[in-house]
């Protein structure tokens, strides 16, 4: 049977299989990990199944019934997903992101699906399905007084009716639950498909299947080498994120690059660590000598790059030029000096739970939390004041090196900017009047 092409024609033994074998009340991520030969996350595996000192404590807040935080969840997530099995086969996470801050952290560290499906039901059909769970207390099974009652007796007998699967707790979590996927949702534009659930789970899976087996490519008729240029906090990282996770570009981070090769130990990594004990520039021959071994690798050249962190002056920009790493897209992130100051300003974090919080977009929730919250001493206003200094003293020899830039506002929604970013890459440049 090809999965690939529709209508799907299916052995009429199928049905009665998977009846007789219990097979369709498998997990339709399940079937997929299988079928796909990738690794399956959920966050009751990541938490209770994992070892690091991180699971640790998300397992401790978990079976306290308290909420693990998103930072403690996401950096969980990072470091499972830096694991061989997934680097090499693959990953399906089942359930995560739930909020929109989750779905923002995983984009900012650079965790990019290729597919996103959101399994949708009615309300009262989910209400139903819950309340016909039971579970067996020896074997911890779980049956349905529907679609699959255990036919000994024995079993029956002693089946349970699971915590919190009243109608008025399901409700409750079907109200959360709509309340959160809607800012969900717009974080990944044009790889999301709603699949119903409403119907027998081979017809869901196989949709499923057809849609990750699709590629995303996008319309421009070259392979796209894009370069994020603007003040710290301008929003570079997270648009080079949106860009990497939508059209599988490699998102080039020079900062980050540069962590990497001194936590790896590599012979340029050592070169490096003295400047990052030090706290001073790394030298541009040898910024570019880690530059140019990432971007020669073969994923960067058939698939295109999105660049950010360089350059930041005009000798770095000619350096890039001889190197052969000329940008075809240039985007300005334009955002004003006050709005700057707010965005970093006025981050904080908790040293306690690890969790970020902004005093004025995302406050903390009580006083003894407020509290103890430190800032990063990035953030401090002077740090931010000498980096936009140093960058708006290079701008203008940058713009006029890359005459054929497209400056963006980046003062807005970051889902809106990403939207003009991508009308650049797609759309031929606009030409200059002489």
């Known amino acids: 049977m090809d999965a690939t092409i529709a209508p799907h024609r299916i052995p009429p033994e199928m049905p009665q299989y998977g009846e007789e074998n219990h097979i369709f009340e498998l997990m339709q991520a399940m079937w997929l990990c299988k079928h796909l030969n990738s690794s399956l996350l959920t966050l009751e595996n990541l938490i209770l199944n994992e070892f690091s000192y991180t699971a640790t404590e998300a397992r401790r807040l978990y079976l306290q019934?308290?909420?693990?935080?998103?930072?403690?969840?996401?950096?969980?997530?990072?470091?499972?997903?830096?694991?061989?099995?997934?680097?090499?086969?693959?990953?399906?996470?089942?359930?995560?992101?739930?909020?929109?801050?989750?779905?923002?952290?995983?984009?900012?560290?650079g965790i990019t699906p290729r597919h996103v499906i959101v399994l949708s039901a009615p309300d009262t059909v989910l209400i139903e399905r819950?309340?016909?769970?039971?579970?067996?207390?020896?074997?911890?099974?779980?049956?349905?007084?529907?679609?699959?009652?255990?036919?000994?007796?024995?079993?029956?007998?002693?089946?349970?009716?699971?915590?919190?699967?009243?109608?008025?707790?399901?409700?409750?979590?079907?109200?959360?639950?709509?309340?959160?996927?809607?800012?969900?949702?717009?974080?990944?534009?044009?790889?999301?498909?709603?699949?119903?659930?409403?119907?027998?789970?081979?017809?869901?899976?196989?949709?499923?299947?057809?849609?990750?087996?699709?590629?995303h490519r996008t319309n421009a008729p070259f392979t796209p080498r894009v370069l994020l240029l603007g003040p710290v906090g301008s929003g570079k990282s997270l648009q080079a994120a949106l860009l990497a996770q939508k059209y599988r570009l490699v998102?080039?981070?020079?900062?980050?690059?540069?962590?990497?090769?001194?936590?790896?130990?590599?012979?340029?990594?050592?070169?490096?660590?003295?400047?990052?004990?030090?706290?001073?520039?790394?030298?541009?021959?040898?910024?570019?000598?880690?530059?140019?071994?990432?971007?020669?690798?073969?994923?960067?050249?058939?698939?295109?790059?999105?660049?950010?962190?360089?350059?930041?002056?005009?000798?770095?920009?000619?350096?890039?030029?001889?190197?052969?790493?000329?940008?075809?897209?240039?985007?300005?992130?334009n955002v004003p000096f006050d709005s700057i100051m707010e965005r970093l300003t006025l981050r904080r974090i908790d040293p306690v739970t690890g969790e970020r919080y902004h005093l004025m977009y995302k406050p903390p929730p009580t006083m003894e939390i407020q509290a103890r919250?430190?800032?990063?001493?990035?953030?401090?206003?002077?740090?931010?004041?000498?980096?936009?200094?140093?960058?708006?003293?290079?701008s203008a020899d940058l713009e006029q090196l890359y005459g054929s830039a497209i400056t963006l506002n980046g003062d807005q929604d970051p889902y809106t900017v990403f939207e003009y970013i991508e009308s650049g890459i797609i759309n031929p440049l606009p030409k200059k009047i002489p």
Request: charged share 25%; aromatic share 8%.
């Open 65 to 109: 019934r308290k909420t693990v935080p998103s930072a403690l969840l996401v950096q969980l997530i990072q470091e499972r997903l830096a694991e061989e099995d997934c680097i090499k086969q693959g990953w399906i996470l089942d359930g995560i992101p739930e909020t929109r801050e989750q779905a923002l952290r995983i984009q900012t560290l």
């Open 130 to 215: 819950n309340l016909g769970k039971r579970i067996d207390p020896q074997t911890g099974e779980i049956y349905h007084t529907t679609f699959d009652w255990p036919p000994e007796s024995e079993i029956q007998n002693r089946l349970m009716v699971p915590e919190d699967i009243s109608e008025l707790e399901t409700a409750q979590k079907l109200l959360e639950y709509h309340r959160n996927i809607v800012r969900v949702i717009p974080s990944y534009p044009k790889i999301l498909k709603v699949i119903s659930a409403d119907q027998p789970c081979v017809d869901v899976f196989y949709q499923a299947l057809t849609y990750v087996q699709s590629n």
């Open 251 to 333: 998102n080039v981070c020079c900062g980050q690059l540069l962590k990497e090769a001194v936590a790896d130990r590599t012979t340029f990594g050592e070169l490096i660590q003295p400047f990052f004990e030090k706290e001073m520039a790394v030298p541009d021959s040898l910024l570019m000598k880690v530059l140019s071994q990432r971007l020669d690798q073969q994923d960067c050249i058939q698939k295109g790059w999105v660049l950010h962190g360089v350059p930041r002056d005009l000798d770095q920009a000619h350096l890039l030029n001889r190197l052969g790493y000329n940008p075809n897209r240039v985007f300005f992130l």
């Open 373 to 394: 919250l430190l800032q990063n001493p990035k953030d401090a206003e002077e740090q931010v004041k000498l980096k936009m200094d140093l960058f708006y003293r290079n």
